[in-house]
């Protein structure tokens, strides 16, 4: 299982970024993705789920309205678009195959002036 986090960066409060998960190694079109972040000094917290579909959309409270989860089975690739971006979104985002447990590496976002 490999999953390969991309598309973080340093963006302004209220800009977007668009993070990616590309997958490999198992049945992705089968599974359920999951995105968590963790800040600095804090414990890994769970932001979004798809389900395998792309139904069954589940979102943390404080990113309700602002994140979008999706996903590309074509392409083995999860999606997390954030937008209205705030400093408490600063955090390594991560991405997880719950089945396996399995994460990537991480990508971090900075949302700084």
């Known amino acids: 299982v490999q999953l390969v986090e991309s598309g973080g960066g340093l963006v302004q409060p209220g800009g977007s970024l668009r993070l990616s998960c590309a997958a490999s190694g198992f049945t992705f079109s089968s599974s359920e993705m999951r995105w968590y972040r963790q800040a600095p000094g804090t414990e890994r917290k769970w932001v979004a789920s798809?389900?395998?579909?792309?139904?069954?959309?589940r979102y943390e409270d404080s990113v309700k309205g602002r994140f979008t989860i999706s996903r590309d089975n074509a392409k083995n690739t999860v999606y997390l678009q954030m937008n209205t971006l705030k400093p408490e979104d600063t955090a390594v985002y991560y991405c997880?195959?719950?089945?396996?447990?399995?994460w990537g590496q991480g990508t971090q976002v900075t949302v700084s002036s």
């Open positions: 997880y195959f719950p089945r396996l447990r399995s």
């Open positions: 798809i389900g395998s579909t792309g139904d069954m959309r």
